[in-house]
């Protein structure tokens, strides 16, 4: 994930300066490249040619050399990086961050630059707990800059308390951390689309007490709608009664019953995709009863049912809006590939995500799932993988088709 990723490095003048030669280390194992400037402090603790020798490129250190700035100009510096990291962040950097100072090549850099900033503060508990240190923190946290550590322990000054440099590692977690969130909100394929999706039991009332359910937990129908919205999918998600909170940028719509959730579903029509993950009940009352069915000695009431609408093969139906892609999941306890493929023809979907709920499996309100992909012309076998993996997965295969949807 790191792979041709460019830090730029400010080392700044600190005991744990030391331990940025390891930070570069790791960092270049995993493909960053790495390209570093210390302050006239840092050069103090550690030589500017151990940092050439690892990161493999030319240490800055002067604002005002002729050949540092023929090289490379100190704005350049500051712009060719995905990510300026700033190791160890002492208490005079950190002010002069929060003051804009710019008095030398790393402050400059770090006020030149329009890139992200993260910074690894390390110094004595007392400095780091003045307030002026936690003001200068406020206004950096303030500007965007993202902060690692400091850790607690025993400081290099013999003190103990707050200062110590997070972990190498967990400074390369940090990173990491970063630029995966940084991927996933500019990696949106899905940005003007439309989906929709059902989730959860419907619930069908037999009176205003009693009602038919299921076992249906919503939460492969709630990972589906919330991946395919990070995708950038302006999604609806149409839910049966549910114990879940609603997704994060998805428009969620609360129903009950089977003839609830197809009304809803029509009236977030048109969409570009439809996702069937509801359980919904195959049938309710013929007729509800409008008070609480008595206990009166005559034995045990018979229902009388009737069959609810199918709302996967309503939006499969559909002439003038139906949606491009219209996918069902069909939960099978037996020969769950076929009963799928035959499914598919039946409700005239695109797509059928097959899985196994046989007794034992675990699935049916479980946290993972292991599904096969049916679509018009082969059988796909996913892996066994979390409700969400699998979401993700399918807001995948969606994305991709309707970049190029199949002739
Ligand atoms: O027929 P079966 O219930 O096994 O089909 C499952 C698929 O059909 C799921 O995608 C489910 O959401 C959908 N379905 C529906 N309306 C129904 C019954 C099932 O949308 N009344």
Redesign the pocket.
Known sequence: MLQDKRILLIIGGGIAAYKSLDLIRRLRERGVRVRAVMTRAAAEFITPLSVASLTGEKTYTELFSLTDEAEMGHIRLSREADLVLVVPATADLMASMANGNARDLATTALLATDKPVMIAPSMNVQMWLHPATQRNLRTLEGDGVVRVGPGSGDLACGEVGDGRLADVMDIVGAVETFFSATARATDRPLTGRRALV?AGPTHEAIDPVRYIANRSSGKQGYAIAQALAALGAETTLISGPTTLPDPANVFTVRVES?REMLAACQAALPADVAV?????A?WRMADGSPQKIKKNGGGPPSLKLVE??????TLSARSNDRPGLVI????ETQNVVAYAQA?RDK?KCDWIVANDVSPGTGIMGGDDNTVHLVTADAVEDWPPASKSAVAERLARRIADYLKEPAA
Request: glycine fraction near 4%; aromatic fraction near 4%.
């Open positions: 059902t089977a069937c993950v509801a359980a919904v195959d609810n609408p199918d709302i996967l093969a069902g999941f069909a939960a499914k409700k």
